[in-house]
């Protein structure tokens, strides 16, 4: 996984900052593997059914970065199989930026932080939207029953690579259930 999520992420730049600051041998022997799309272990599957919420990053026309907070219930995002996940986009504030520059380009990063376990995971991946009349039974699928929003459409994101990040950074933080005890 990390030899695909390295060839996306590890530019020629970002390798020649990583020589400079002492880390490119840890990471060069990433660049000998193929890589091929990351496929989704039971260790990710669990993880991202119990996510309540995520990062995502989607880049405009313009060439800007727009990252947006996604939330919902826990297990709103969805394992569809091993390569693809997806979540129901319910009507928000109606700006449409993540939209409109999936439009234009379909790739997108998600980061998934669980701040009480000090766990982050990161994916790459490329997204086809479903609108409302596409394909109402996947939509369906992606839909939480009970749930207020109205379903716009659904993200369906063809995972292209991913990588567990390292927790030294991550605060805990917890959920009024959770325990303060932690940590």
């Not at 993880?47 to 297990?75: C, K, L, M, N």
């Not at 928000?92 to 982050?120: K, P, T």
Request: aromatic residues 10%; positive net charge; charged residues 25%.
């Amino acid at each position: 996984m990390l030899h695909t999520f390295a060839k996306i992420a590890f530019t020629p730049v970002v390798k020649l900052v990583q020589e400079k600051y002492g880390s490119r041998d840890k990471y060069a022997g990433f660049d000998v593997e193929a890589a091929e799309p990351a496929v989704l272990g039971q260790r990710e599957v669990e993880y991202i059914e119990t996510r309540d919420s995520f990062y995502q990053a989607t880049v405009s026309a313009t060439g800007w970065p727009y990252v947006q907070h996604r939330g919902g219930p826990e297990g709103f995002l969805k394992v569809l199989d091993d390569r693809t996940i997806g979540f129901a986009d319910y009507r928000g504030n109606r700006q449409y930026v993540s939209v409109g520059n999936l439009m234009e380009n379909s790739r997108i990063a998600l980061i998934m932080v669980d701040y009480a376990e000090r766990r982050r995971l990161k994916i790459f991946g490329r997204v086809n939207l479903l609108h409302e009349t596409d394909n109402r039974e996947l939509l369906a699928q992606l839909s939480e029953p009970g749930y207020p929003a109205k379903v716009e459409r659904a993200f369906i994101i063809h995972v292209q690579a991913l990588s567990w990040n390292c927790s030294q950074h991550i605060t805990p933080r917890f959920k009024n259930d959770q325990s303060t005890m932690k940590g």
